[in-house]
């Protein structure tokens, strides 16, 4: 059997090079448009960092795992054809703001149309609106003179940072197909892929307008607990409860549960705000603004908590940060990944910027470009920061001479870092903000910091 997976990005590389390693018969095509990214594919160099990852490439690249550029030809020969393009917000025109942008699925079914001889099964694996299935398969049939196709629904739940343990161990594996005898086929030959690796009682299988919305309604749920945990992390502010006591009393209910109640900057990544905006879409095009306005909520609570974090730092300065060297620990959107998309700390530096301080940051997988375009894609002008961003060699070195520092991302190394030498370094007060609820605060406070977290009184653990 040969794959054929469109879109080389953090969804389709992990995946195919899990499906390659625990299907050693099946070929499995990886493509791209992006000739940069395939090139770092097949370099020692990969474009994305995952822990475990190199080692499952390594072992699969060459034998039944290749990174090309292709397209057509890898879809020819493709018996399933998976399609992990890119499915960003839209920027202009009608839903903008909030609709997905749909261009790149429908580029992809008009190539896989032209070019197919054999009857072939489609894979949404991409997050896309409900319906999207039914639109692919009109671009197919409208436009193939031989190719026969079925288009199932395939949503992928990794989490960056762990995506080859959540491949490897899925909570489940979720396929929509059509509920037709041809579509039944289609769901039993996915399902039998994924059987080679995943218990079949993990293998969930329904209609496709399900699995598409399952996916959407997954993150909603998700982001909705981080909003929901901040929201109360300032309510502990005010009154001296503690967020992470709140959410540990809480999360023991087994109604409840212990995971996502960590208060924190605000939450980033590629998924949960663009799949809480294509949800209220939805909703709205359905004729439900009730529904959708419930769930814009939960993107607003993330702004407001991102911008009262910056807020906190500004004011705690004396209300000023013009000129002030501010140290930021941590630009990923989370740890474990280079991956910034949607990264709080995007808005928190750009913020800062916009207040004229100057923002030395170190991350230890984000390279100096990637942070560059982001903050210029975030509305920081050219001049500023040329002027006034430092991108540094280490945690230490960012915070030489800095009046503050704000932890933005949780990497295990924080923890580790010799805090005494470091407030030594910065002019006093010395001012640490906290935004993961990372470090062990009384510690810090002994070593002479001034700590704000979230979620706790000035004087919590
Ligand atoms: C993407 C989507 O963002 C997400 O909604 C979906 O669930 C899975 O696919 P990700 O893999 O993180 O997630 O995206 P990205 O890293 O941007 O990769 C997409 C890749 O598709 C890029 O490398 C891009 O070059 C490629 N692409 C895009 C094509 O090969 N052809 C196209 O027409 C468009
Ligand atoms: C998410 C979903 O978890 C995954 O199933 C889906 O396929 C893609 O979207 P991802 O965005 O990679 O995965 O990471 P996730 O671990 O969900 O974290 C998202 C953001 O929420 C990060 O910024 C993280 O720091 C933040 N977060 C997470 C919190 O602030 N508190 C928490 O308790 C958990």
Redesign the pocket.
Same mark, same amino acid.
Do not use: D, H, V
């Given at each position: 059997m040969n794959i054929c997976c469109i879109g080389a990005g953090y969804v389709g590389g992990p995946t195919m090079a899990m499906i390659a390693s625990r299907c050693p018969d099946i070929t499995v095509d990886v493509v791209d448009v992006n000739e940069e990214r395939i090139a770092a594919w097949n370099s020692n160099e990969l474009p994305i960092f995952e822990p475990g990852l190199d080692e499952i490439v390594t072992e699969t690249r060459g034998r039944n795992l290749h990174f090309h550029t292709d397209v057509k030809e890898a879809i020819r020969a493709a018996d399933i054809v998976f399609v992990c393009v890119g499915t960003p917000t839209k920027a202009a025109g009608i839903g903008a703001g909030k609709a997905a942008d749909l261009r790149f699925i429908e580029l992809a079914a008009r190539t896989i149309a032209e070019v197919s001889d054999s009857p072939k099964i489609i894979v949404e694996k991409s997050t896309i609106p409900v319906r999207t299935a039914e639109a692919l398969h009109t671009i197919l049939s409208a436009n193939s003179e031989h190719g026969t196709f079925q288009v199932l629904s395939n949503p992928? $739940? =990794?989490?960056?940072?762990t995506a080859m343990v959540d491949l490897a161990a899925p909570d489940r594996i979720l396929i929509g197909g059509e509920t037709t005898l041809a579509g039944n086929q289609a769901v039993e030959t996915l399902a039998g892929i994924y059987a080679s690796w995943v218990p079949r009682e993990r293998i969930i299988t329904t209609n496709l307008w399900s699995s598409e919305l399952s996916k959407l309604v997954?993150?909603a749920f =998700?982001a909705q607990?981080?909003s929901s945990?901040n929201s109360i992390s300032a309510l502990c502010e005010a009154t001296g409860a503690d967020v992470d006591e709140v959410a540990n009393a809480i999360g023991t209910d087994s109604r409840i549960g212990p995971? $996502? =109640?960590?208060? /924190?900057v !605000?939450? !980033? !990544? /590629?998924?949960?705000q663009k799949d809480v905006l294509n949800l209220s879409y939805l909703c709205e095009h359905f004729g439900l603004p009730e529904v959708a306005e419930y769930w814009d909520q939960v993107i607003r609570m993330n702004d407001w908590q991102k911008n009262r974090f910056t807020k906190k730092i500004v004011s705690t300065l004396f209300n000023t940060v013009t000129g002030k060297r501010i140290a930021i620990f941590g630009f990923a959107?989370?740890k474990d990944t280079n991956d910034t998309r949607e /990264?709080?700390a995007i808005y928190v530096c750009r913020d800062l910027l916009l207040e004229e301080a100057k923002v030395a940051i170190y991350d230890p997988r984000v390279s100096t470009d990637q942070i560059r375009k982001d903050l210029l894609a975030a509305g920081v002008p050219q001049d500023c920061l040329d002027c006034n961003l430092e991108i540094s060699e280490s945690a230490k070195a960012a915070a030489d001479q800095a009046h503050g520092i704000a932890v933005l991302t949780?990497w295990d190394q924080f923890n580790k870092l010799n805090w005494p030498t470091i407030h030594e370094s910065m002019f006093k007060p010395a001012f640490l903000f906290d935004g993961r609820n990372l470090l062990n605060h009384a510690e810090l406070r002994a070593v002479g910091f001034d700590v704000y977290t979230i979620g706790k009184g000035a004087e919590g653990s």
């Open positions: 992928e $739940f =990794l989490a960056e940072g997954a993150n =998700l607990r981080i945990i995971k $996502f =109640l960590k208060a /924190s !605000g939450f !980033g !990544g /590629s998924c949960f959107f989370k /990264s709080a949780e």
